[in-house]
């Protein structure tokens, strides 16, 4: 397939998934967690806690993995996308409005949360406070697609 075309769908896959099932690692103890996504361009930000366990895990190893698919019900229908890349925590909600707007497009029923914590009340205000965001920079892109072919999967040509 050619690296433009290879490039549509992996776009489209991005834009159209919400999750991206994170893989980090801590002292060579492995953690997965999903989180909901937003991409500009290719890089994908997330928010999370800096205390949660993943959060804690990027601390002292931003080398991250991870997947994006849908849930198929029969394995020759699979595609998804595979990744490798670096994560850095990015800083808090106030600092990033074009992260905050494109976060709120995609997932209209968190305008509040991101934007007026205290109308949620007093715990969600303070939970609010602690979030950051993290930004996802791939360094390998895969995409899979069984339809192709049983295990078909391409790498994407990344240019930084």
Known sequence: MKNQQLEQKIFYYLETCNTISLATVLDGIPHAAAVFYVNIGLNLYFLSNPKSRHGGNLIQN????GTINEDYSN???????QLEGRVECIGGILKHARIV???IKKFPNVADFLTSPHKLG??????????????IQPLRI??????????????MDILY
Not at 62 to 65: D, F, G, I, K, W
Not at 75 to 81: E, R
Not at 122 to 135: D, E, L, M, P, R
């Open 62 to 65: 931003p080398t991250v993995s």
């Open 75 to 81: 394995w020759l229908q699979i595609k998804g996308i």
């Open 101 to 103: 707007k494109a976060y």
């Open 122 to 135: 007093k715990g969600i205000a303070q939970k609010v406070s602690n979030v950051k965001f993290y930004k």
């Open 142 to 155: 895969y995409y899979l697609d069984n339809s192709s072919g049983f295990g078909h999967r391409e790498e």
